[in-house]
T-cell receptor, first 109, second 114 residues
Framework: EDKVVQSPLSLVVHEGDTVTLNCSYE??????LLWYKQEKKAPTFLFML????IEKKSGRLSSILDKKELSSILNITATQTGDSAIYLC?????????FGAGTRLTVKP | NAGVTQTPKFQVLKTGQSMTLQCAQD?????MYWYRQDPGMGLRLIYY???????DKGEVPNGYNVSRLNKREFSLRLESAAPSQTSVYFC?????????????FGDGTRLSIL
């Protein structure tokens, strides 16, 4: 059965720390892997990854896909309290997406 | 730009009652989705509609029905609500088939069934 597994499930860090969130997957008909940030309401899009080994960056956030290892990481450098959220990994298949359970990140001042 | 709009935002039902959750998008997307989000389980796909006039079951369709009323609107119906359907429901839309087009989500409907 297709599955997407994120680790850790929760993480508490202090401002300024660097964090790495992990996502591994086993799905058929893989099209892309996406990262979303969810604060109080709707998940908001961060990255879409389709090619292995190509890093995508947006400010302090970056992500990379490893198709050989069937995994992806999301890095956040110099964390801020505003980075506190649930980070969701999702794998897009032919017609739908399968989500992981999410990593709850808490950044303390 | 409204994006994806869901109504209502909150609802409390009694077991056995019926309810329709509404979703509308103004981005001219072909595909629309309904998810439920429960603690520790991420988002699970209930139903999706790849294009106007078509609907398909997702991962957890039991107890739900959907209607793709037109390109903009995709509703989710609970015919006889059960406590196990207490959850936060998200609607999303996207343009499947176009590269680099992620799903856009509504703000969710928090549904409690007593």
């Amino acid at each position: 059965e297709d599955k997407v597994v994120q680790s850790p499930l929760s993480l508490v860090v202090h401002e300024g720390d660097t964090v790495t969130l992990n996502c591994s997957y086993e799905v058929t008909n893989f099209r892309s892997l996406l990262w979303y940030k969810q604060e109080k309401k709707a998940p908001t899009f961060l990255f879409m990854l389709t090619s292995s080994g190509i890093e995508k960056k947006s400010g302090r956030l970056s992500s990379i896909l490893d198709k050989k290892e069937l995994s992806s990481i999301l890095n956040i450098t110099a964390t801020q309290t505003g980075d506190s959220a649930i980070y969701l990994c999702a794998v897009e298949r032919n017609n739908d997406m399968r989500f992981g359970a999410g990593t709850r990140l808490t950044v303390k001042p | 730009n409204a994006g994806v709009t869901q109504t209502p935002k909150f609802q409390v039902l009694k077991t056995g009652q019926s309810m329709t959750l509404q979703c509308a998008q103004d981005m001219n997307h072909n595909s629309m989705y309904w998810y439920r989000q429960d603690p520790g389980m991420g988002l699970r796909l209930i139903y999706y509609s790849a294009s106007e006039g078509t609907t398909d079951k997702g991962e957890v369709p039991n107890g739900y029905n959907v209607s793709r009323l037109n390109k903009r609107e995709f509703s989710l119906r609970l015919e006889s609500a059960a406590p196990s359907q207490t959850s936060v429901y998200f609607c999303a839309s996207s343009d499947v088939g176009r590269s680099n087009q992620p799903q856009h989500f509504g703000d969710g409907t928090r549904l409690s069934i007593l």
